[in-house]
């Protein structure tokens, strides 16, 4: 079993920026991927953004990339999810997952992963 805590989230005005943090613990050895999901009101979840574990090869939807990077702190399993020039389309529940397989394209599918976080709220006001 792999545990996964949130935490960073919270109320930013458009422009804003916000770090999220992810700390993995129990069996973190098997964990290959982490990712970020989001998922705002009525919408489905959607991938933000991901990083290999080993050889961190990182990952972005299209919509974050450029604003937003995902890093790793392998001492610590703790991800982080630095958020830049924060929009209101931004606003939605922020997931960290993580997932035991290995993959040779983007890890973009939530079904990929096998652990979730209990999310954290990211509220971007106009």
């Known amino acids: 079993q792999v545990q996964l805590l949130e935490s960073g989230g919270g109320l930013v005005q458009a422009g804003g920026s916000l770090r999220l943090s992810c700390a993995a613990s129990?069996?973190?050895?098997?964990?290959?991927?982490m990712g970020w999901f989001r998922q705002a009101p009525g919408k489905e979840r959607e991938f933000v953004s991901g990083?290999?574990?080993?050889?961190?090869?990182?990952y972005y939807a299209d919509s974050v990339k450029g604003r937003f990077t995902i890093s790793r702190d392998n001492a610590k399993n703790t991800v982080y999810l630095q958020m830049n020039s924060l929009k209101p389309d931004d606003t939605a529940v922020y997931y960290c997952?993580?997932?035991?397989?290995?993959?040779?394209?983007?890890?973009?599918?939530?079904?990929?992963?096998?652990?979730w976080g209990q999310g954290t709220q990211v509220t971007v006001s106009s």
């Open positions: 129990g069996r973190t050895f098997s964990v290959n991927v």
């Open positions: 997952a993580a997932s035991l397989g290995m993959y040779n394209r983007a890890p973009v599918f939530s079904a990929w992963y096998d652990y």
């Open positions: 990083i290999m574990w080993s050889g961190g090869s990182t």
